[in-house]
């Protein structure tokens, strides 16, 4: 290789490491400004979007109540893994979200698997098999790593066309993962932690972006935490909760709060799913209660 090339790689690879940490610092300052906005806006109250686990005394109030559902006829619990593969028909879940969000625990609780494989570009997924009126049905749920939002929408408009380039050229991959995720999914699962709203105004552009490499996809709006969600005060509940049914009207999706912790409507949402998908005779009944698990469709 001549020293000419080799300069050139050189100064491209510089070229990616300094955009890389532009994007880094634009994306704290991104948040940082975020949470000032909402702090303002939610006035005394704004501690309910920095609530951790370890601040909520758990031991103080007794866990949510997990409310039953009626199972959709000809589903049933997961099949053998070691039997033969040749009938089985696997299906693609897409879950999108912003970081740190509960979108791992959310398919380890489903799954019952503590860990993910890496798949292709960065992705990670969990698998689970069920028999659907004597079908093996596997779903392959794909898990989009919540920062590459912030590479697609930033990256375009404040970086030069060059640089961009360069990027491309140096190898990054990252904006690839959400088609390659998107396309062909079943059925597509935006994500928010109901303790930040900040993640939950990030739904409208994760759909945006999902919407572009997949048009026929179930959707559905999770809201996680849900445990978390009911410590907070009544009024900030019916705030969360009215926008994220105006969001899920607006798009057409169907609305679950969840709560990985306590198992609350983890196994229902993909219930709906196999019901939507396989056109069995369940029907998830609404909940609209503020300080339960809300259900709206």
């Given amino acids: 290789m001549s020293r000419s090339c080799r300069k050139i790689i050189l100064r491209r690879i510089n070229v990616k490491r300094i955009i890389v940490r532009?994007?880094?610092?634009?994306?704290?300052?991104?948040?940082?400004?975020?949470?000032?906005?909402?702090?303002?806006?939610?006035?005394?109250?704004?501690?309910?979007?920095?609530?951790?686990?370890?601040?909520?005394?758990?031991?103080?109030?007794?866990?949510?109540?997990?409310?039953?559902?009626?199972?959709?006829?000809g589903a049933s619990c997961c099949c053998d893994h070691h039997e033969d593969s040749?009938?089985?028909?696997?299906?693609?879940?897409?879950?999108?979200?912003?970081?740190?969000?509960?979108?791992?625990?959310?398919?380890?609780?489903?799954t019952g698997r503590e860990k993910s494989?890496?798949?292709?570009?960065?992705?990670?997924?969990?698998?689970?098999?069920?028999?659907?009126?004597?079908?093996?049905?596997?779903?392959?749920?794909?898990?989009v790593p919540g920062n590459i939002l912030f590479d697609i929408l930033f990256v375009v408009s404040f970086i030069l066309e060059s640089e961009i380039q360069m990027i491309y050229d140096a190898g990054n991959d990252n904006q690839k993962q959400l088609p390659i995720a998107c396309a062909d999914s079943v059925a597509i699962l935006f994500m928010f932690d109901l303790t930040s709203r900040c993640t939950l105004n990030s739904v409208i552009t994760w759909y945006q972006e999902a919407r572009k490499w997949n048009q026929s996809a179930i959707l559905v709006i999770v809201g996680t935490k849900f445990d978390e969600f009911v410590q907070l005060?009544?009024?900030?509940?019916?705030?969360?909760?009215?926008?994220?049914?105006?969001?899920?009207?607006?798009?057409?999706?169907?609305?679950?709060?969840?709560?990985?912790?306590?198992?609350?409507?983890?196994?229902?949402?993909?219930?709906?799913?196999?019901?939507?998908?396989?056109?069995?005779?369940?029907?998830?009944?609404?909940?609209?209660?503020?300080?339960?698990?809300?259900?709206?469709?």
Avoid at 30 to 50: E, L, M, N, P
Avoid at 54 to 73: A, D, G, H, K, N
Avoid at 94 to 100: A, I, M, N, T, Y
Avoid at 117 to 142: N, P, S
């Fill in 22 to 73: 532009r994007m880094a610092n634009l994306r704290h300052c991104v948040h940082s400004f975020w949470s000032q906005i909402f702090g303002c806006c939610a006035g005394k109250s704004v501690r309910y979007r920095q609530l951790l686990p370890s601040s909520i005394p758990r031991s103080l109030s007794p866990p949510p109540t997990v409310y039953p559902s009626r199972e959709p006829s």
């Fill in 86 to 110: 040749s009938d089985l028909v696997t299906l693609k879940i897409s879950l999108l979200g912003d970081c740190q969000i509960g979108k791992t625990s959310f398919l380890a609780k489903y």
């Fill in 117 to 143: 494989r890496d798949l292709q570009e960065g992705l990670t997924h969990m698998d689970k098999t069920l028999c659907v009126k004597g079908a093996r049905i596997a779903y392959t749920m794909w898990e």
């Fill in 233 to 297: 005060p009544m009024d900030l509940q019916w705030t969360i909760a009215n926008q994220a049914r105006t969001y899920a009207k607006a798009l057409n999706a169907t609305l679950f709060f969840s709560s990985s912790t306590y198992n609350i409507n983890v196994n229902k949402i993909f219930k709906f799913i196999t019901a939507k998908i396989f056109n069995l005779p369940w029907s998830v009944e609404r909940n609209l209660t503020i300080g339960e698990p809300i259900i709206d469709f």
